[in-house]
């Protein structure tokens, strides 16, 4: 079993609408909680990061944790063309500067004009 | 723009050959992670720098190493390389502040031959 799972989609919706995004882990040692975004052929792009149990918002994004659950999701609000990526969730474990990165597999959405 | 720079962008190579790709961190990161992604592995943590000093190492094949330089540039060696060896290749820098967030660099697409 993967320490994390992602469903890996394709998941494609209509512009205008909420995108739910999550993932599981099991490794109840994960701290830190991040959504990285990834258009074909670049680079990760950190979205947002959280290392408590609830919600934090930024714009149209906003990160959900619930450690109890052991369970993580993103929400896009008013989703646009310009979102169609891969989305990645990654966990670490704190470890005084050495926290390496456990993603899940990624899934790809499509926004629909 | 993340401010993580990785040469080359891409690179075609035979079997057997050895390459080195190069990563430049952020101005002020003091941490270089490398990661490997490939179609069914996804993103794989490979090695942490920090300082010039290796901190973490993941999954990485002993005919890879890599080093970091003192001006934090780091450099990643892939030798005696093979088919399964050809993925996307990302470095990853992260701030002394927030240390559990990584910033990627757009990645080396490596095709082994």
């Known amino acids: 079993q993967k320490e994390v799972e992602q469903d890996p989609g394709p998941l494609s919706v209509p512009e205008g609408a909420i995108v739910s995004l999550n993932c599981t882990y099991s490794?109840?040692?994960?701290?830190?909680f991040m959504w990285y975004r990834q258009y074909s052929r670049k680079g990760p792009e950190l979205l947002m990061y959280t290392y408590s149990s609830g919600n934090k918002e930024d714009g149209r994004f906003t990160a959900q944790v619930d450690k109890s659950s052991k369970y993580i999701s993103l929400f896009i609000r008013d989703s646009q063309p310009s979102d169609s990526a891969t989305y990645l969730c990654?966990?670490?474990?704190?470890?005084?500067?050495?926290?390496?990165?456990?993603f899940g597999t990624g899934t790809r959405l499509t926004i629909i004009p | 723009d993340s401010g993580v720079t990785q040469t080359p962008k891409h690179l075609i190579t035979a079997t057997g050959q050895r390459v080195t790709l190069r990563c430049s961190p952020r101005s002020g990161d003091l941490s270089v992670y490398w990661y490997q992604q490939s179609l069914d592995q996804g993103l794989q943590f490979l090695i942490q720098?920090?300082?010039?000093?290796?901190?973490a190492k993941g999954n990485i094949l002993e005919r890879f190493s890599a080093q970091q330089f003192p001006d934090l540039h780091s450099e990643l060696n892939l030798s005696s390389l093979e088919l399964g060896d050809s993925a996307l290749y990302f470095c990853?820098?992260?701030?002394?502040?927030?240390?559990?967030?990584?910033?990627f660099g757009p990645g080396t697409r490596l095709l082994v031959l």
């Open positions: 990654a966990m670490s474990v704190p470890n005084f500067g050495n926290e390496k990165l456990t």
């Open positions: 720098y920090y300082n010039g000093e290796e901190r």
């Open positions: 990853a820098s992260s701030p002394r502040t927030e240390k559990e967030t990584q910033y």
């Open positions: 490794n109840s040692a994960f701290q830190y």
